[in-house]
């Protein structure tokens, strides 16, 4: 285990270096001059000369480049024009919402998806079966982010039971972040829980028909007892995968489902800076979340290997 | 087949293997035909593509052109979807939406095959390239699908072409992983081994044995990279960071419902509806492929 974790650890670094690498280039493509763009026309001749200086773009590329992973490794992100610090101090204050509205729909998805997995594995062609995938397939299709405003509609505007939009602190007034999370968090959820769903029920089929369970059955064990007590966890392994997988979506997804209901996370700290061209914030948020999705998957693939023995890293 | 007609087989055999090579195309397409996945899929992709060809005919009004005197009218005779805070037509935006969904969706599509098939084939058959393309790929795929897209965005600026750009960018690696595994796992088999021996180099080999064998993949994969690309399109139109506001898409026309959704939900809800359609009709078409092209992926 030890070997393995060290192995998957030193294949972080060149993913990572992509990473970076991809994060540095964004500057890079910006058309005609990066500076010029980020000032806006009434900047003077001056001032971009001194942004320029300041952000070393009148270094060679390479040097730049180098710069930039030494700067990355001490965890500098370079400083935000228009919020006036660090981005480190920008990301630090608006990871909070984005990791409570990810946590949330994670619940979420598995709430739904796992039962329904399972309920639909186990009873196999029934009309249990064709509805929950007929759900689970318009699930993965409905854009999260349309459900959001339907749900808006429904929710907040017809019926008034939830707020539209806003956020409030979970450490602050718990009663009132739990009504501000229901609905972001159920409509960024619900595409997952489909995911999760579709993928329970597979594993759940795949385990039926393994020779332990004919033998479960072979012994006069009900069907309840074959499916919940003995098909159920291992049906689970492969699942927990899925849900690390989802967790990292999730993050992605967040950035939208943050816009819709106006919850001030890193996704609407990475619009906002689009629209201001605030670029060393758009590059500090798609690195944290980038990095955050390859430890993410690191930890999952660390958690199946621990939990199923069978799974031999060589 | 009866036993009186067992008996007589040996007589008709030569009948028999040709009329089973005459059906073999038959066959393949017949298993395609009775897919309701592919079957239901397919008309729907059919009836979006023929939409968007004929937006023009069958829209009633203009869809860029603002008439502020009749703002968020509800659904009604005269405008069939009802209207946007600038007075648009929504049933006409709806129509003209589909053509950029498309544009993109077919366009990334087709990028992210050719990219991938590129790049797959290097991976698959240098094991001196393998090792960093495959690391390249990690690294790319480790962003956040629509993070990336938006970061992309974010430096070209809006656009249709940006916007393509950066959607396959963001899924051509997957495209490479899929055509990097199907190579490694051809390579190995008794055919393609023969066809070395017999002195075929590299490039036929793979025209000749590789790639027929990488179609159906590429054709499954592709029909779910529409789909996400359809979808994605949508998003970073919604974000504000798509297409342009004036262009006509599913995704802008759902942001300017957003800011209206008190006064008059059918402004996002149409394109949304759409946007589900197309989505729909592109997943069942990929199931029904996946099933009937590549019965290894079938899911239970």
């Known amino acids: ?314 | 087949m009866t036993e009186t007609g067992r008996q007589n087989l040996p007589a008709q055999t030569p009948d028999v293997t040709s009329r089973r090579t005459r059906n073999r195309r038959p066959d393949w397409a017949r298993r395609l035909y009775r897919n309701p996945n592919v079957v239901f899929g397919s008309l729907a992709f059919l009836l979006l593509v023929l939409v968007a060809v004929f937006a023009d005919a069958l829209s009633t009004h203009k869809p860029t052109r603002l008439y502020p005197a009749i703002r968020l009218r509800p659904p009604s005779l005269e405008n069939y979807l009802g209207t946007d805070e600038f007075g648009r037509d929504v049933y006409s935006l709806v129509l003209h939406g589909s053509r950029v969904s498309l544009l993109v969706g077919g366009v990334t599509m087709l990028l992210t095959s050719l990219g991938g098939i590129v790049i797959g084939l290097a991976a698959g058959f240098s094991r001196r390239l393998d090792p960093v393309i495959m690391r390249f790929m990690d690294g790319l795929m480790a962003f956040p699908a629509i993070l990336l897209a938006i970061a992309l965005m974010a430096a070209r600026g809006p656009g249709v072409w940006n916007v393509i750009v950066a959607l396959s960018i963001v899924y051509t690696p997957r495209t490479a992983m899929l055509i990097r595994s199907t190579v490694l796992s051809l390579r190995e088999l008794d055919y393609v081994q023969a066809a070395r021996a017999l002195g075929r180099g590299d490039l036929p080999l793979t025209y000749r044995h590789i790639l027929p064998n990488c179609v159906g993949p590429l054709l499954v994969q592709g029909t779910f990279i529409f789909a996400y690309a359809v979808l994605a399109e949508a998003i970073l139109g919604f974000l504000g960071v798509g297409v342009p506001p004036y262009v006509p898409s599913w995704g802008n026309v759902i942001a300017s419902g957003k800011n209206t959704i008190r006064e008059a939900y059918w402004v996002s809800f149409f394109p949304g509806a759409a946007l589900t359609l197309a989505g729909l009709s592109l997943n069942l078409l990929g199931d029904g492929l996946r099933d009937t092209l590549d019965p290894r992926l079938r899911v239970q």
């Open chain 1, 1 to 314: 285990m030890t070997r393995y974790l060290c192995h998957r650890l030193l294949a972080l670094i060149p993913v990572m270096a992509v990473v970076v690498t991809v994060v540095f280039l964004l500057i890079h493509l910006i058309p005609g001059d990066p500076v010029s763009v980020m000032l806006g026309p009434d900047a003077t001749a001056n001032q971009i000369q001194a942004t320029r200086r300041a952000l070393g773009l009148d270094r060679p590329l390479h040097e730049q480049l180098l710069k930039f992973y030494a700067r990355v490794l001490r965890g500098d992100l370079g400083q935000s024009y228009f919020l006036d610090r660090p981005v480190t101090t920008a990301l630090r204050e608006r990871a909070e919402p984005t990791l409570v509205l990810t946590l949330a729909a994670l619940l979420v998805a598995v709430a739904i998806g796992v039962p329904s997995g399972i309920l639909a594995g186990a009873s196999r062609g029934s009309p249990w079966d064709r509805t929950l995938m007929t759900g689970a397939l318009l699930g993965v299709c409905i854009p999260g982010f349309w459900l959001s405003l339907n749900f808006i509609y429904l929710f907040a505007v017809r019926l008034g039971w939830l707020p539209a939009a806003g956020y409030a602190s979970v450490f602050v007034d718990p009663v009132a972040a739990l009504r501000h999370m229901v609905l972001p968090a159920v409509s960024l959820g619900f595409n997952q829980s489909a995911l999760i769903a579709r993928i329970a029920r597979s594993c759940m089929l795949e385990v039926l028909q393994q020779d332990y369970i004919r033998t479960a059955r072979a012994k006069g064990l009900s069907q309840r007892v074959v499916v919940y007590v003995h098909a159920f966890r291992n049906a689970l392994v492969p699942v927990t995968t899925v849900i690390g997988i989802t967790m990292a979506i999730l993050i992605g997804g967040a950035v939208v489902t943050e816009i819709v209901f106006n919850i001030p996370g890193l996704g609407r700290l990475i619009i906002s800076a689009i629209l201001r061209r605030d670029y060393p914030v758009v590059q500090g948020v798609v690195l944290v979340t980038a990095a955050s999705y390859v430890l993410i998957n690191l930890a999952v693939d660390c958690v199946y290997a621990f939990i199923d023995p069978r799974i031999r890293y060589d």
